[in-house]
Every structure is written in structure tokens, then in C-alpha cells.
């Protein structure tokens, strides 16, 4: 068994960056383009969340908001097309390059690969919605910084269920209790932890009132040195920020000596 901590394991909307409502509005774009007269505000895109993935979530929405809507008889494709659109809203707004990092995410990052960390993605968003953000968010393109993106194409069946984690550890050749996962939702919780995989939770103001029992630790954001970040449940609190010590000191509490 592999008891260091030798991974980080990072969700991708919410936690590196909050894209939720970046993805909120590529949907209402989309259905524009489509000629529909579907318009998600925040309050329903907040209900809507509790399913993972835009195709998923599109059929929650018809079936919860528009069940008399007349879908064409192949449903899937219509959905496929209208989330095809979609995509294209959100890669061209975040090509922007106008949606920053969390606090604390780059400079973490910058931490852990310094100290040796490995570091994978696990996100269930579509595969040009990673490589978009990899490239135009951080400070320099960070697509070479993971070793594993366990996206919506490397596990269909999405969030909470284990396998996007599954499929990360399996790449890696990892042991979960060799890891910890960052993530900022109940789902992201459950996937992680179904998988065996710690986690360490930053909220965001879709997720802040979400159940995260069972987690390392509940916090606002990772910190930086002008803006500490703040313990909302769990062990304990970091110095300000979360950094590679902190991390090792969680860690060290889970797995046994
Ligand atoms: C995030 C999601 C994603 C995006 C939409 O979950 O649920 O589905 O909201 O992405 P997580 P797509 O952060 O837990 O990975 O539209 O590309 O599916
Ligand atoms: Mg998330």
C-alpha cells in the first residue's frame, strides 16, 4: 500500500475556476441560437446542478420544467446538438481569457509541483471545456501540468459515481489513500469518495450550502497571502492558506502511521 501522499486530485468547475455561471450562460446562448425560450436563471441553474454533466442536465430541465415539450424522435441527438452549441459558447468565452483562477489555485499548484506532487484533473465537463481553461486561465498554458485529465470522454458515467477517479488512479497507477481531491460540490464529494479518495472542499456560492459531511475539511477558497482563506467545517484550519504542508498534515491524519 502506498500511504504518502503523492497526488493531488482537482476538480475542474467551481474548484479551479468558478465556471458555473460561465456555463449557465453558454447554455442560455444556446438555446437562444436555437430558437428556444429556455433561459436558466441562477436560482434554477442552482436546482439543475444537482445533475453533473450539460447533456444529463438538459434532460433533468425538459423533464422536471417542459415535460409537454414535443422532443424529436431522436432526443438524444437533439440534446447532443443543443450541447454541442453550447460547448462552443463556453470554449469561446473562456478563450476570452477573461475567467481568473480561484485564489490560491496557481500558486498551490506551482507549490505541489515544486514539491514533487503528481497532479491529475477529475471533472466530468466535456474535453475542449479542460484544455480551454488549462490555456487560457492560468498564467501559462497548463495543459502539461497533469499527467492524467479524467474528463467526460475518458468516464461517461459521471458524477457522484466513482469512475472518473477510478479511471485517474488507474492511469496513475495510484493507491487512493496516496491522494487527496480537491473539489467544491456534494457530487465531487461522493465521486471522490466512492473511489477511496480524501477530499478537501473549496465552496463557491452555487455550492456553499451543499452537504459536505465526511470531508477533510469545508473552506471558502485555497487562500493567498493578501486573502486568507477561512475554515467552514471540518478539521483544521489552514494558516491563511492552503499549501503543501497543510496538505500533508490533512493527510497524515487519514491514513494510518
Ligand atoms: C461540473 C459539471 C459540468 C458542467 C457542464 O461538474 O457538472 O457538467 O457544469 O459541463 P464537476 P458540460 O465540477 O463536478 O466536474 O456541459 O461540458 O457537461
Ligand atoms: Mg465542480
Redesign the pocket.
Same mark, same amino acid.
Given at each position: 500500500m502506498q500511504h504518502e501522499l503523492q497526488a493531488l486530485l482537482l476538480? $475542474?468547475?467551481? %474548484?479551479l475556476a468558478d *465556471? !458555473?455561471d460561465i /456555463?449557465r450562460q453558454a447554455?442560455n446562448a444556446a438555446f437562444a441560437q436555437a430558437g428556444l425560450d429556455w433561459n436558466w436563471d441562477q436560482a434554477l441553474y442552482s436546482e439543475l446542478?444537482a $445533475? *453533473?454533466?450539460? =447533456? !444529463?442536465?438538459i434532460r433533468y430541465f425538459l423533464d422536471r420544467e417542459r415535460p409537454d415539450f414535443n422532443l424529436p424522435d431522436d432526443a438524444n441527438a437533439f440534446i447532443a446538438e443543443l /450541447?454541442a452549441g =453550447? %460547448?462552443r459558447f463556453?470554449v469561446d468565452a473562456l478563450a476570452s481569457g477573461s475567467v481568473p483562477l480561484r485564489p490560491g489555485v496557481e500558486r498551490l499548484l506551482n507549490e505541489a509541483r515544486a514539491a514533487g506532487l503528481r497532479l491529475a484533473i &477529475? %471533472?466530468? %465537463? *466535456?474535453p475542449d471545456?479542460v484544455i480551454a481553461l488549462l490555456e487560457h486561465s492560468f498564467g501559462v498554458p497548463a495543459t502539461g501540468w497533469f499527467e492524467v485529465i479524467a474528463d &467526460?470522454g475518458a468516464a461517461p458515467v =459521471? =458524477?457522484p459515481a466513482p469512475d $472518473?477517479y477510478e479511471h485517474a488512479l488507474d492511469k496513475m497507477q495510484l493507491s487512493p489513500a496516496a491522494c487527496i481531491a480537491i473539489?467544491?460540490?456534494h457530487?465531487?464529494l461522493l465521486?471522490a469518495k466512492a473511489a477511496g479518495v480524501d477530499t478537501l472542499i473549496t465552496v463557491n456560492s452555487y455550492t456553499e450550502r451543499q452537504d459536505f459531511d465526511g470531508a477533510l475539511a469545508v473552506l471558502d477558497h485555497l487562500g493567498e497571502p493578501d486573502m486568507p482563506c477561512t475554515l467552514l467545517a471540518g478539521g483544521r484550519a489552514p494558516d491563511g492558506m492552503v499549501d503543501v504542508e497543510y496538505l500533508l498534515q490533512l493527510h497524515r491524519q487519514t491514513v494510518p502511521a
Open positions: 476538480d $475542474v468547475d467551481g %474548484t *465556471t !458555473e /456555463h447554455f446542478l $445533475v *453533473t454533466g450539460g =447533456k !444529463e442536465r /450541447h =453550447k %460547448t463556453y &477529475a %471533472t466530468t %465537463t *466535456t471545456n &467526460a =459521471k =458524477k $472518473v473539489e467544491d460540490s457530487n465531487g465521486s
